[in-house]
């Protein structure tokens, strides 16, 4: 019953910055993870990172002290700081809400845990 919108994507050089962003509606939960994920073409879905209903945050490694990961509660919207961006980083960028989280016996991030997912938003980085 939930729906998630994402927006933000666009077209930037390499070293610039972009910000998305995830609206969610349809239902509030006190217990949850959220995420965000990216695809680029040939490729397959990976996970970005995530942040649960305690305010507890985590990164691939690839992005680490590059992005950042928050919420807006009163908004329900969920964001992705991108800095230093990368071409690497070029890919479609999908958020997901896993709303078993942490009942289901997963970590916060299983691609495989997440209840719904938005339609995406293209982020493109040239050199």
């Known amino acids: 019953q939930l729906q998630l919108v994402e927006s933000g994507g666009g077209s930037v050089q390499a070293g610039g910055s972009l910000t998305l962003s995830c609206a969610s509606s349809g239902y509030t939960y006190s217990t949850y993870c959220m995420g965000w994920f990216r695809q680029a073409p040939g490729k397959e879905r990976d996970w970005v990172a995530a942040i649960d209903s305690d305010g507890v945050t985590s990164y691939v490694d690839s992005v680490k002290g590059r992005f950042t990961i928050s919420q807006d509660s009163a908004k329900n919207t969920l964001y992705l700081q991108m800095n230093s961006l990368k071409p690497e980083d070029t890919a479609m960028y999908y958020c997901?809400?896993?709303?078993?989280?942490?009942?289901?016996?997963?970590?916060?991030?299983?691609?495989?845990?997440?209840?719904?997912w938005g339609k995406g938003t293209l982020v493109t980085v040239s050199s």
């Open positions: 997901a809400v896993d709303i078993n989280f942490p009942y289901g016996g997963s970590w916060c991030g299983n691609y495989y845990a997440m209840d719904y």
